[in-house]
């Protein structure tokens, strides 16, 4: 079962790695796109709200990606400072709550799409939104005339990898003797994102 999770993170990374690069190379394309179009006093409207969108997605996968790369921001004195036997305590106790982030995550992402209740009403918006107040199935982007629910799609995706990722490197970390996790971080400092 470990063996499986950790198969799944660093398939996950890859596919992660790759929609990261094509929406940042899409995203100044979209900008360009608009740019020459309002110079040319023909904007392309949709291309700005897109481009909103993208900035989203290449965030909520950034994060999931730096958390299973550990290259996310970070403080590290306090750690770096500790005993070894502390440190691996420590780096734990850091990877559990990450967990517990993606868990929380995840638990509001199913509140927030409430896929039961649609599954109850038959996949009905209209009906949906009737017995629950949200709307969130109902409304559409501005310019694009998408429902907007296509683009929130990224919220439990990304939480649900970050779940993979965090049981990943807990398990790993876990694993892991205290003085090699000393040497990881070192390394993985220098490493960064490859």
Not at 70 to 90: E, F, Y
Not at 135 to 142: E, L, P, S
Request: aromatic residues 10%.
């Amino acid at each position: 079962m470990v063996q499986v999770i950790h198969c799944l993170s660093d398939c996950i990374l890859r596919v992660e790695r790759g929609a990261v690069r094509l929406l940042a190379f899409a995203l100044p394309l979209m900008i360009i796109a608009n740019t020459v179009g309002r110079a040319f006093r023909s904007p392309i409207y949709f291309m700005d709200e897109l481009a909103i969108h993208c900035m989203v997605w290449i965030a909520m996968i950034g994060m999931s990606l730096t958390l299973k790369t550990r290259t996310a921001v970070s403080v590290t004195m306090l750690v770096d400072a500790v005993p070894l036997s502390l440190m691996k305590g420590m780096r734990v106790l850091i990877d559990v709550i990450i967990v517990a982030f993606a868990c929380i995550l995840i638990y509001l992402c199913i509140g927030w799409f409430d896929p039961v209740a649609l599954a109850r009403v038959g996949f009905d918006f209209q009906e949906f939104s009737g017995e629950t107040f949200n709307f969130m199935y109902q409304d559409t982007t501005n310019t694009l005339g998408m429902k907007k629910f296509w683009f929130w799609l990224i919220v439990p995706v990304a939480a649900t990898t970050t779940l993979v990722h965090a049981l990943s490197n807990l398990l790993k970390t876990a694993a892991t003797p205290a003085a090699a996790l000393k040497h990881l971080s070192a390394s993985s400092d220098a490493r960064g994102l490859d």
